[in-house]
């Protein structure tokens, strides 16, 4: 394909705007980021340019433990999963909002402001206390020396629902191997 008299040696067949794959290893190699049509901020000769505007791949460097390690039947991972889900819900709010996903991504990944907060290498030994909401019983669970990975996003990390805050871009960018 050429643009402007410049040759692009890939041309998605489709673009997507925002993607986050919650999932370990997402974001460990170009693979997923490609096939949504998500380039890098820096490799403008990468892939020819879209109509979608600013893009955002999010996902992890790595495998984690993450926090569901309980049995199915055990109330810990019953209130895990159930606080898991809350901290997705209120980076979706955030995102909807038109926050900035690197502020979205800070948020989440704070153990302060949510119950389970992202498995980033900050959280690596963390207690979690929160109220299940079936009971109202508290609960406290510690955990100590947990694998974590690192989060990262392809794109614009400033990309809100609206557009772009370019003042966030270049926030939990990974490296060059992985772009």
Partial sequence: MKTNGQSYGLTPLFFVRFVFLEGCATASAKTWQRAFGIFPL???NQAARNNCGPQAYVG???G???WIGFSVDDDASQNIATA???T???FYDLWIQGVPLAQCIAFASTSAANIVP???PQNKNITINGQNPDTLGYYSYTYTNILTSLIYVVGHSGLTRYG?????DNYYAPPASTK
């Fill in 84 to 86: 898991w889900t809350e």
């Fill in 64 to 66: 984690h433990t993450g």
């Fill in 88 to 90: 997705l819900r209120e």
């Fill in 118 to 120: 992202f498995p980033v």
């Fill in 164 to 168: 772009v805050r370019t003042q966030f």
């Fill in 42 to 44: 820096d490799a403008p």
């Fill in 60 to 62: 992890w460097a790595q």
